[in-house]
């Protein structure tokens, strides 16, 4: 394969004859580009060859399942890396338009052990993509993607025989049947489905009909300009529609799903929030009186009444905090057998009977309407409200630069361990933990916590702190221990935003 070039132009020759491939865009779990700056078409289509390449090296069956969001261009990229895939002996089953979540599905349902996803999931219009993985219902993490990288920007591709093109007729019909079969309601519920004009209009109102939910739909209809605001239950602009909606027709709750359908976001029936944590807290105390002595996987910026909740400890439930990113809690969750994982961007993976341990917002959506019929004669604001107090900081994220953070964080980390080691507290409290999976994040006696990371994709920190006392004390917490601690460090610049 021709070794793509970083420097190559639009409206040239070079961009029509070289593949262009900037090495940002591998990023730690999934692969992300501007096209036409970052990458053209020749360079995914280097990217399905590298991919076949990588396939083969590892010995998997090179078997793929590809599909495509909508986006005006993602059909045109996913031709490019099926041609790419072609030339390197891949068969590849295109699924057509889809969400993420339906490539997943079709690992399993097709037999197919790798699949390649083509989307950029809630980011701006310009921006794409894909998700990759090569054993279900794992995606890749960073040693594949390192090692997919090297042989993409170094020209290290194949050529092999043996590709083959199947397009798989009717697979949507397939999938919408294996997310509703999960959730048959007993319970009439009026549901709010809010799709942003992304992909999951063309799934998400059927799949909630067909579990048994009235449905008033918001923002269904596809329209890759996106009108209104980006397909993301995390922004402030679909959550404000969301709750309006709910207002204006008395709805049980609104559901939100972003431009992949991977994640789901929940306002409830009084029209508030409920972020993505305290919901998975909500599904773990519901699904482990299901499940005794269930385990539980987050990821390390969700709350710390995981480990505090009464109820999760009368049903012998174990929870585990874990790197924050939709692989690594997908990896994890997998890993120790848990029950379920949670991400507080709203990726829940549920397995075993639930679902099949990927990423699903059509599936989280249906296990949050199953607790709803397990509590008939509660409401989800009343659900929520029998959870314990907790004060958590938004997120915040001083400017480190790339070269220089995850080196600074290393002694922060240090500090920490030798705190803790020496028997030291915080603000008056016992550290009974320090998990360092990504970064620090720092257990009190009494649940309260700090968290301090590196962005995975920003030069910048990440800083989260929660406490079980006060917003008060929330506060303190960040301006008397994690403020003065990063500011000892000057390579740490100033920060975003502050509480």
């Not at 390390?300 to 905090?321: H, I, M, P, Q, R």
Request: proline share 4%; hydrophobic share 40%.
């Amino acid at each position: 394969m021709q070794k793509p070039r970083q420097d190559v132009r639009p409206n040239t020759a070079e961009y029509e004859t070289l593949p262009l491939v900037k090495p940002t865009g591998f990023r730690e779990y999934d692969a992300r580009w501007i096209l036409e700056k970052e990458i053209n078409l020749l360079g995914i289509q280097a990217l399905g060859l590298g991919l076949a390449t990588y396939v083969h090296e590892i010995g998997q069956t090179p078997k793929i399942a590809v599909g495509h969001d909508f986006r005006g261009y993602s059909l045109s990229v996913k031709q490019a890396l099926i041609l790419g895939l072609l030339e390197g002996g891949m068969e590849v089953l295109d699924i057509g338009l889809a969400l993420s979540p339906m490539a997943y599905y079709a690992q399993f349902a097709l037999d197919c052990p790798c699949v390649a996803m083509v989307t950029a999931s809630h980011n701006e219009n310009g921006w794409t993509g894909v998700k990759m993985g090569a054993q279900a219902p794992l995606t890749f993490g960073p040693d594949e993607m390192g090692r997919l990288k090297e042989i993409v920007l170094n020209g290290q591709g194949l050529a092999r025989p043996g590709g083959r093109l199947e397009r798989v007729e009717g697979f949507r019909d397939t999938y919408i049947k294996d997310v509703a079969s999960k959730v048959k309601l007993s319970r009439p519920l009026k549901v709010v489905a809010a799709c942003g004009n992304g992909t999951a209009g063309a799934f998400a109102p059927e799949v909630l009909r067909l579990m048994g939910a009235e449905v008033i739909e918001m923002d269904t209809d596809l329209d890759y300009t996106f009108p209104k605001y980006n397909p993301n239950p995390e922004d402030h602009a679909m959550l404000v529609q969301m709750a309006a909606k709910v207002k204006e027709t008395g709805a049980d709750l609104a559901l939100g799903f972003d431009g992949d359908g991977d994640r789901c976001g929940v306002v409830d029936d009084t029209g508030e929030e409920i972020f993505a944590d305290k919901i998975g807290l909500m599904l773990a105390r519901d699904l482990s009186a299901l499940h005794p002595n269930a385990t539980f996987v987050v990821d390390v910026k969700s709350t710390g009444l995981y480990k505090t909740d009464e109820v999760l400890k009368a049903n012998g439930a174990t929870t585990v905090y874990w790197k924050t990113g939709h692989s690594y809690i997908k990896r994890k969750t997998a890993e120790l057998g848990a029950l379920a994982g949670f991400e507080k961007s709203g990726h829940f993976f549920l397995s075993g009977d639930l679902g099949h341990g990927y990423d699903d917002g059509l599936v989280a959506a249906g296990a949050v309407l199953a607790m709803l019929d397990r509590n008939p004669g509660k409401s989800l604001s009343e659900l929520k409200s029998a959870l314990p107090d907790a004060w958590t900081s938004l997120t915040m994220s001083p400017h480190c630069d790339d070269e220089l953070k995850y080196g600074v964080l290393a002694k922060i980390v240090k500090e920490y361990e030798d705190l803790a080691a020496s028997g030291g507290s915080i603000l008056g409290r016992r550290i009974v933990e320090a998990i360092t999976v990504n970064g620090v994040r720092v257990h009190l006696e009494d649940g309260s916590w700090v968290l301090i990371r590196a962005s995975s994709n920003k030069p910048e920190l990440v800083v989260v702190v929660e406490s079980m006392r006060s917003a008060d004390d929330m506060r303190d917490l960040f301006r008397k221990e994690v403020k003065p601690r990063l500011a000892a460090h000057p390579e740490i610049g100033a920060f975003n935003q502050e509480i």
